[in-house]
């Protein structure tokens, strides 16, 4: 309470009666730009990076407190985003396994395929199928935020991605050059 009073922040602290393991429950309006450095310094003084956190957005918050809040903040800051959000964003970049293998597969055969008579537009076109970015964008967020699971999943998903892309498209060129040296005889062909 004393990092919200010494911030100005309004809060509201009802009586906790659930019976569960909660000390409070404090919910407090932050504009965007204070989202980051309010939090942080909640994390200074003891609360937990586990403690249930909810970020809800607002349309609405009528306060002078508020207002003053957000004048300080708007100083340069820009728009913010808290760890408690950032995480399950990138998590959610993340896919899983079988949908990431069969899109990446399709990408790589697609870009093989476009290869082939060399044509830069469906190569071109096979990055837009390809969910190669996801699993960049969670092992970066995993690094920066210092959260090794998120970090790992990304990595590895990006392994796994190479690793099928190569096999997917060996694969296809292999079926392009062996179907392709055979020649049906004319009077069996359909």
Do not use: H
Not at 55 to 78: I, K, M
Not at 128 to 156: C, F
Not at 179 to 185: D, G, L
């Amino acid at each position: 309470m004393g990092v919200l009073d010494e911030e100005n922040v309004d809060y509201a602290l009802p009586n906790e009666t659930s019976g569960r393991d909660y000390a409070a429950v404090v919910t407090f309006p932050l504009p965007t730009s204070a989202v980051e450095p309010i939090p942080s310094r909640l994390r200074e003084v003891g609360i937990e990076r586990n403690a249930y956190t909810v970020v809800v957005q607002t349309e609405t918050v009528v306060s002078e407190r508020f207002e003053a809040l957000e004048n300080r903040y708007e100083s340069g800051n820009g728009d913010r985003i808290t760890r408690e959000e950032v995480v399950p964003r990138a998590g959610e970049l993340a896919p899983t396994v079988c949908p990431y293998v069969l899109v990446t597969a399709v990408s790589a055969i697609v870009a093989t395929a476009g290869l082939l008579p060399d044509s830069p537009a469906v190569v071109v076109g096979s990055t837009v199928i390809a969910p190669l970015i996801g699993p960049a964008m969670a092992a970066s967020v995993g690094t920066v935020v210092n959260d090794p699971e998120l970090a790992l999943r990304g990595v590895k998903l990006q392994t796994l991605g190479g690793v099928v892309a190569i096999g997917a498209a060996t694969a296809f060129a292999l079926l392009i050059r062996t179907t392709k040296s055979y020649r049906c005889p004319p009077r069996r062909c359909w």
